[in-house]
């Protein structure tokens, strides 16, 4: 924003999941999030809190993915659909609300907020995210003594992930991206 010399824009960095952490001084234009509710257990109540630090006519937004296009995306990738497959059950087992991008809408009525506009995007692209995110997730799939072997060396995955989508001359998948975004009402 300096950059751009936007000096009336501020952006600050809070923990949603605990309404202590919320600053209140001053209400905010927007709040934004990408990949956060999916993780918290209670999404609901972390809007209503989010809700509380927004202006009247002020702007929440969310995008989720979804996890379920994802695995169909990958359904004839062999290893894409093992690794999603393992990403997505480790997900599962830790609590997470794989479908949250589908619920995310839903989410925001029931947390006070209307009808939100929605937006889903599928994204194409041959980014390193899943075996980064895998390499991450390596203790607790372990802890959950789901198979990690499976997939091999972990530093040779993505090439191994970008030969088997050429090799169908497909591109490689990435999940859906759910957006959802509404007023504060007065």
Known sequence: MRELGLKQVQF?????????????????????????LMFLRDP????????????????????????????????????????????????????????????????FVRAGLPEPETQTDTLIGAERWMPDVLQSLAPQIQALGLPLAQLGDLETLYQRLLDEAAARSVPPPLPEICGAWARKQQ
């Open 12 to 36: 600050t960095e809070a923990d949603v999941s605990n309404p202590q952490n919320l600053p209140i001084e001053q209400p905010f234009d927007a709040a934004v999030g990408r990949y956060i």
């Open 44 to 107: 609901v109540s972390v809007l209503r809190n989010v809700l509380r630090v927004v202006r009247p006519g002020g702007v929440i937004a969310f995008q989720e993915p979804s996890w379920a296009s994802f695995l169909e995306a990958c359904e004839n990738l062999p290893l894409w659909r093992a690794s999603a497959a393992l990403m997505v059950d480790t997900f599962n087992r830790s609590g997470a609300n794989t479908q949250m991008g589908p619920d995310l809408a839903a989410a």
